[in-house]
């Protein structure tokens, strides 16, 4: 008797910590996800700066400091979630579970190993973070037109990358052979880097053709990569277009049974009949 | 009584030339707008030669000369502006009030200070100014549709920069630690830069990946920029679309005169008013 | 009488050379045109050779050979066409006129001046005779859409492209303060010239910024030229919509007058009459 | 009629192996195209391994082994081809039979001939193959509104493609009189590809205008295509919103059975009966 009454409090104290930690309806649980959002983009700061040697140098102990803290503040965090939840282990092999240990782990690590630069910066997987926030906080609402259209199209964008696959590699294996390997076109897999960089317009120029073939083709390749990159935004905007339209509003008329009215009609636009 | 007459003459005075300097409805206002136009247009441009080591050198006196004349100009119409409105205080700290004043303030600054280059520079803030013209003659109306639909995707765009934000952090880490500092990748923050620069497909090329995984890495990078840059013109481009549409029927309802009728509508959607 | 005969006979004359040189429904008037197309595309072609070291070395007398050619048949033509008019005067001082005159001047004057390199260039103005032939040809009638579509979106586009010239100019001028002359960024104009490179994604890397806050400015400047870019993207594709499905079909209903059809309805999609 | 009895026991095997090898419509079928998809892929990848330096050094026995591995199945394949058809010259003729020859022809030439690089990358067509696989999987069902909408728009991707072609010629041979030939825009055909890579937005900056009017220029240049670069984005995602729009309704009508009718039509508009 004495004992169910424990597990009861127990439970009762879990399910309180639960809905503070993982949902965002209480004030509480809102106060924590800000506390939390903010924690996360400082802890990421502290590693960003952390890697530019000015900082590094001059604030080293500050920003070890700062480090430590957050390490310790999201290992406390990461205990109390394992606490609140029912069953701990679906917990920490969820998506999130294992990011929440990515994002502590290397610091514990770094006093176990010597150079572990890169392990460390690992920890900027804590911006991953954020997306579960957000998604408590009901912010990701307004994402859902932009998700949906993505998804809607997917095919479309499949079939539009493969194409691109192609090209680029028929397109990087021809400068291969017109261009020498002086102007940067070295290798096949060299050449299709190149053909990216110019299909997409993004042009960085460390690799560009030098003989007048070399020059003629590239100019196709960049004609073709602004017609077609028409293509991905037709797409996505035709969806877009179409969501908005279908979504708009799904009430039919009780007296025609005629659908398509607008969210702010209070009558029927064909009958006139009250909606 | 004289004082009121006084008072009655001082007020007419002022609101004529309120009705000049403030409003373009009149001829008088709207000859005084297009000067006004020409005088910043004039004014910005001396401002950006003087800029030129060859103007500055060559025609230093002339620029210094048109310099003077401009500010002593706006002197005057800043004087008339605070004298012609009932609330001078309202007038001097509102935007457009200072503005005003810091157009004219870094030349008069430059006669007690020496090296006032880049304080002088401050005046080409006098372009802000175009704006209160265009506002005036109303060329703006045009850019209404522009700024609604802008406005209107105004949250749809915020989620789209916080997940670009978030992208090109995660990106960035990923090639500071892939890539040599050699290659330019020196820290996350220069990493970071370097992943908009790419994924934007602006493409500088001052910093550009070596190794062939960085390269691999970029190339994901730029289709993935290729293929997202079609999102804010999905967005943007339904908008137009929508408020093209909803904006094409003028029709109101003889009933309760609002307006935003379907084109196909029979009744008012509003009231069940047969249109 | 025998007067009025050959003036009949030279007019007879003369309008069937202006059939021919002027118009393209016959079978004569459209060969010419076809005829003169390829002249226009082969001697433009030479006048490009020629600006290249290799080929004005090696190949020089066929070119010249080509060149003088192209020039006595276009001198020719010139002097038909003043013939076939009725009013020389109007011709010569049109558009076309002009041009046509600009296409051969710049051969006969570089005999007797020396060094005419770039006034001989401009005979690359012939390429706007090839406009004349296709809007003959009737091919133009495809471009009509494109064309509408940009008349009615000219005042969005300039209300646009005023917004970025201020945005380029304060922007540059942020620029030129921030970052110093080593980088490129030596006066406002250059730095106008930057801003421009890097707003419209375009990116040299002749002036890329270095310092930590120029970098950090640059990437709002990109981030910014990425989001507007979709704005005059909108505006057109909002106008090309409109004008599809506006220009659909203009047909009414005989029976219930009701429009909306598509160009390949036979019935009334509401009534079900026969169109 | 043992000879008949022959044929048909050969027509059947025949017959079989034409559904295995160019249908996807049994288990069997669908397994060979699944199989030949990653023979494909593999064979391809070792092609362009082959010229990376580091692989061909380190492991070109391997590539060798492969690559000849792969011809040979290759030209089984084709050989089963070719006798699996009852009209072989028909297949060897085809568009694809010609590519499956190209793409076994060039190991075999490596036999007799020294230097072969070159002519050993056309192996690289062998990708081509990946179109009849994807052709016969059905895969290629989604890319039909993409080629749809590119084929509906081709007359007027057309014009728009002549008028930049236009325009870089003449934007070309301008900047080639403006610019000195120092900064890289020594002959027109080298100035017209700097319009290109410019107008594309694509910047190599490797030729990059040095003077203040040839910037002046270039900056009006790329604002220039910063607003064409709508006008191909626009045509397309009209017209795949077009198709969106008119292929959504895939009702048939009841008497003539055809098909395109808007989703509001009560009566079909080919032959007027009640849908």
Known sequence: MASEHTSNRRDSWRSKLHEIIFEA?????????????????????????????????????????????????????????????????????????????????????????????????????????????????????????????????KQKIMVFLLAVTILVVVLGTVMYIIESPESGFTSIPRSIYWAIVTLTTVGYGDIAPVTALGQAVASLVMILGYAIIAVPTGIITSEIVRNDVTSSNTQSCPSCSREGHDDDAEFCKYCGEKL
Not at 124 to 131: A, Q, S, T
């Open 25 to 153: 309806d209480t004030p509480a649980g809102r106060r924590f996800d800000i506390i939390l959002l903010w924690a996360i983009v400082v802890s990421v700061l502290a590693v960003i700066l952390e890697s530019v040697p000015y900082f590094s140098l001059n604030y080293g102990e500050v920003l070890w400091a700062v480090e430590w803290f957050f390490t310790i503040l999201f290992t406390i965090e990461y205990i109390v979630r394992i606490l609140s939840v029912k069953r701990p282990m679906n917990y920490i092999f969820s998506f999130f579970g294992l990011v929440d240990l990515l994002s502590i782990l290397p610091s514990f690590l770094g006093l176990y190993f010597v150079d572990t630069s890169s392990l460390r910066v690992i920890r900027i997987l804590r911006l991953m973070r954020i997306f579960r926030v957000l998604k408590l906080i009901g912010f990701l609402s307004q994402a859902r037109t932009l998700r949906d259209a993505l998804i809607a199209s």
